[in-house]
């Protein structure tokens, strides 16, 4: 009971802040615009219509539809098992369709660069999915570490 509790509550505190953090940032700041928060971070909101990279940004419906059903997988296995890392993935890919039903495509807008270097633009949500979907791996490679276990997932 204790897990599930926790993933939900995981889940929807994830998807509300990501929400808002999106909303917050298309609110106050130009579009396509970086705006420097500290030394290698700025916000940018863009709209992604694609995935990772923008890659495919010209087949927006049929990444949607496929966002949408891998949700719908997603939230079936995070039933079936409730916990720390499926409530990562979850609320990122939950909030993340959100966006591509609501707006057509994913709001972006964290963007980090050192020097000339520039990493591609991504959002809150993006965060969740990759922590989620790397401690999972973590968890499948190396079994039954404790420090798997006192996330809550086993």
Same mark, same amino acid.
């Given at each position: 009971?204790?897990?599930?509790?926790? @993933?939900?509550?995981?889940?929807?505190?994830?998807?509300?802040?990501?929400?808002?953090?999106?909303?917050?940032?298309?609110?106050?700041?130009?579009?396509?615009?970086?705006?420097?928060?500290?030394?290698?971070?700025?916000?940018?909101?863009?709209?992604?219509?694609?995935?990772?990279?923008?890659?495919?940004?010209?087949? $927006?419906?049929?990444?949607?539809?496929?966002?949408?059903?891998?949700?719908?997988?997603?939230?079936?296995?995070?039933?079936?098992?409730? @916990?720390?890392?499926? $409530?990562?993935?979850?609320? $990122?890919?939950?909030?993340?369709?959100?966006?591509?039903?609501?707006?057509?495509?994913?709001?972006?807008?964290?963007?980090?660069?050192?020097?000339?270097?520039?990493?591609?633009?991504?959002?809150?949500?993006?965060?969740?999915?990759? %922590? @989620?979907?790397?401690? %999972?791996?973590?968890?499948?490679?190396? $079994?039954?570490?404790?420090?798997?276990?006192? %996330? @809550?997932?086993?």
């Amino acid at each position: 009971m204790h897990k599930k509790v926790t @993933g939900v509550i995981l889940l929807v505190l994830g998807i509300a802040l990501d929400l808002y953090s999106k909303s917050y940032v298309f609110q106050h700041y130009m579009f396509a615009q970086k705006t420097p928060v500290i030394f290698f971070l700025s916000w940018a909101p863009v709209y992604n219509t694609g995935i990772a990279w923008s890659i495919a940004s010209n087949h $927006g419906v049929l990444i949607t539809i496929i966002s949408f059903s891998l949700s719908l997988m997603c939230i079936t296995e995070f039933i079936r098992n409730p @916990g720390f890392f499926w $409530g990562f993935i979850c609320a $990122g890919g939950v909030a993340n369709t959100f966006d591509r039903v609501v707006y057509g495509a994913v709001r972006d807008f964290i963007a980090l660069s050192y020097g000339a270097h520039h990493f591609p633009i991504f959002n809150i949500a993006d965060c969740y999915l990759s %922590l @989620g979907i790397l401690m %999972l791996f973590m968890q499948h490679y190396f $079994g039954s570490s404790r420090h798997f276990t006192l %996330l @809550g997932d086993r």
